[in-house]
Nanobody
């Protein structure tokens, strides 16, 4: 069965960094575009970034461009999100869904002084 396990979140001060991981199983990870999506408190889902199966093409939301970097290790079935220069508005639960039907539990990122 499909499993997605996000990790790496936490509490960080503004300007700090975090690296999120998403361990995937139950499907052919290396064949799919993978994305990071976040949900801030009281708000809807926001697409953050995605990467093609080969790992040589990326897209970012304007709100994170230049600060976040998505990557993947197809041998480890793992997706990453390096987040630098974090801002309070980056506070959210971060997910790496597979399609529209499969979601993990997410990982909480809180940016606060």
């Amino acid at each position: 069965q499909v499993q997605l396990v996000e990790s790496g979140g936490g509490l960080v001060q503004p300007g700090g960094s975090l690296r999120l991981s998403c361990a995937a199983s139950g499907f052919t990870f290396s064949s799919y575009v993978m994305s990071w999506v976040r949900q801030a408190p009281g708000k809807g889902l926001e697409w953050v970034s995605d990467m093609n199966p080969a790992g040589d093409s990326t897209s970012y939301a304007d709100s994170v461009k230049g600060r976040f970097t998505i990557s993947r290790d197809n041998a480890k079935n793992t997706l990453y999100l390096q987040m630098n220069s974090l801002k309070p508005e980056d506070t959210a639960v971060y997910y790496c869904p597979y399609g529209v039907s499969y979601w993990g539990q997410g990982t909480q990122v809180t940016v606060s002084s």
